[in-house]
């Protein structure tokens, strides 16, 4: 079993900068993709960003040219460093994890803007 942490969720003003932090742990043998997914009240979850094990990175439209993915192989660890904020960022982040050939989320931490 693989468990995700997340930390770094906060409330922030428009145009300011947070950081987000997932770890993953337990029984760990690959990990293929880490990302980042938000859902805003009444909206759908949607994919923000992904990483893959080789490096390859993709964003959303939306926050293209201001959120910035990264990971640590050492630590089993993904981050978001989420730069220009709006209000419409406004959402529950989640981690998402393929390791071991399944599929894992986090708790999800919330980010609020103000505006």
């Known amino acids: 079993q693989v468990q995700l942490v997340e930390s770094g969720g906060g409330l922030v003003q428009a145009g300011g900068s947070l950081r987000l932090s997932c770890a993953a742990s337990g029984s760990i043998f690959s990990i293929v993709i880490m990302a980042w997914h938000r859902q805003a009240p009444g909206k759908q979850r949607e994919l923000v960003a992904t990483i893959s094990s080789g490096g390859n990175i993709n964003y959303a439209d939306s926050v293209k040219g201001r959120f910035t993915i990264s990971k640590d192989n050492a630590k089993n660890s993904v981050y978001l460093q989420m730069d220009s904020l709006k209000p419409e960022d406004t959402a529950v982040y989640y981690c998402?994890?393929?390791?071991?050939?399944?599929?894992?989320w986090g708790q999800g931490t919330q980010v609020t803007v103000s505006s």
């Open positions: 998402w994890v393929i390791a071991n050939s399944r599929g894992y």
